[in-house]
């Protein structure tokens, strides 16, 4: 896909919310004006104590003897994988993905004329995460002051896909996911993002909001109350 073809105005954008929490609710209504998108939809984040009541993932029911941080981790990917359902059910050529402790920065509307103008290839596009300074590792420079090839990330804070890549996360999860228990961030960076043609434009424009620990990420010390998942819709 081209990046001068994402309609912003438009964009689809499904945040993934720990309901719970006070904090990231408010967080999500002081941040999401400034997406700019009519088309916003918040995702009840699954948990262990929910994970029960979705039975096309009950092969995972019995993580339970796993640390309770490495559970919500689980839960936290098989948040993400079913997104990726949605937003497939709902025939979107791309979207973007964030969890709710998202920061707009400043320069997200510069970014964004940035992104039309260049008008670069992309499959994946990393709008916000850590690149481990940039070492050859984790992200490679592709002949832009400014554009990158992405690896792997350290976290991923706002990742836009494409169809192609949201099929490809759908196929490596059913195939991969089983093998071992990934955190988001580990199945990215093992699977999805060398997988495929994975872009940052930097700097990036979202990061996560100053008053949240990054290990939050994962949904750690956050209850949750179930939702059909029909009505997530």
């Known amino acids: 896909m081209k990046s001068s073809e994402i309609d912003f105005d438009n964009l689809p954008i499904y945040i993934i919310h720990c309901a719970n929490s006070q904090e990231r609710r408010n967080i999500?209504?002081?941040?999401?004006?400034?997406?700019?998108?009519?088309?916003?939809?918040?995702?009840?984040?699954?948990?262990?104590?929910?994970?029960?009541?979705?039975?096309?993932?009950?092969?995972?029911?019995?993580?339970?003897?796993?640390?309770?941080?490495?559970?919500r981790c689980v839960c936290g990917t098989i948040s993400h994988r079913i997104i990726h359902t949605l937003a497939k059910e709902s025939g979107y050529d791309y979207f973007l993905t964030l969890e709710d402790d998202f920061k707009i920065l400043d320069h997200f509307d510069d970014w964004k004329n940035q992104v039309k103008?260049?008008?670069?290839?992309?499959?994946?596009?990393?709008?916000?995460?850590?690149?481990?300074?940039?070492?050859?590792?984790?992200?490679?420079?592709?002949?832009?002051?400014?554009?990158?090839?992405?690896?792997?990330?350290?976290?991923?804070v706002a990742v836009l896909y494409t169809q192609l890549a949201s099929n490809k996360f759908i196929d490596l999860f059913n195939k991969e996911f089983c093998k071992k228990h990934f955190a988001i961030d580990g199945f990215m960076g093992t699977f999805v993002y060398r997988a495929l043609t994975s872009r940052v434009l930097y700097p990036n424009p979202i990061s996560v909001y100053p008053s949240i620990s990054t290990i939050n990420l994962a949904y750690i010390d956050h209850e949750i109350f179930y939702k059909n998942l029909n009505a997530l819709t």
């Open 117 to 156: 103008e260049k008008d670069f290839e992309f499959d994946i596009l990393s709008m916000g995460g850590f690149y481990d300074d940039f070492t050859d590792e984790w992200i490679t420079n592709i002949g832009d002051e400014q554009l990158y090839g992405v690896k792997k990330v350290n976290c991923s």
């Open 28 to 71: 999500i209504l002081s941040q999401i004006q400034k997406l700019g998108s009519k088309n916003i939809k918040i995702f009840d984040a699954i948990t262990p104590e929910t994970l029960h009541l979705y039975d096309e993932y009950k092969e995972y029911h019995d993580m339970f003897n796993l640390p309770e941080n490495d559970k």
